[in-house]
């Protein structure tokens, strides 16, 4: 049974930078598209990105378009959200996912992991 975990959040100054990492184990994430979401206590889950196997396709949330980019290592089964220019309101529990489509609603992922808490101050 293939799981993910993420890993990379923490606390950081507005204007300032993280690199969020998705690792698989179980199985390989081969041919699945690798998706971010993100909640903020007392909100929906919302999509940040997502991108496909090949890494060749990817879709932004226009929040976070220019801001953050999507990518993914084939070789190490493993998934990156680099994060540049944080705002206060980027501040959120960030989810990887894995799925069949590179899509934004998150009931097309199946696969979750714990969730990551980035928290960015003013």
């Known amino acids: 049974q293939v799981q993910v975990r993420e890993s990379g959040g923490g606390l950081v100054q507005a204007g300032g930078s993280l690199r969020l990492s998705c690792a698989a184990s179980g199985r390989t994430f081969s041919g699945f598209a690798m998706g971010w979401f993100r909640q903020a206590p007392g909100q929906e889950r919302e999509f940040v990105a997502t991108?496909?196997?090949?890494?060749?396709?990817?879709l932004y949330a226009n929040s976070v378009k220019g801001r953050f980019t999507i990518s993914r290592d084939k070789a190490n089964d493993t998934g990156y959200l680099e994060m540049n220019s944080l705002k206060p309101n980027d501040t959120a529990l960030y989810y990887c996912?894995?799925?069949?489509?590179?899509?934004?609603?998150?009931?097309?992922?199946?696969?979750w992991g714990q969730g990551t808490q980035v928290t960015v101050s003013s």
């Open positions: 996912a894995v799925g069949g489509f590179v899509a934004s609603n998150p009931e097309l992922y199946n696969i």
């Open positions: 991108i496909d196997w090949h890494g060749g396709a990817t």
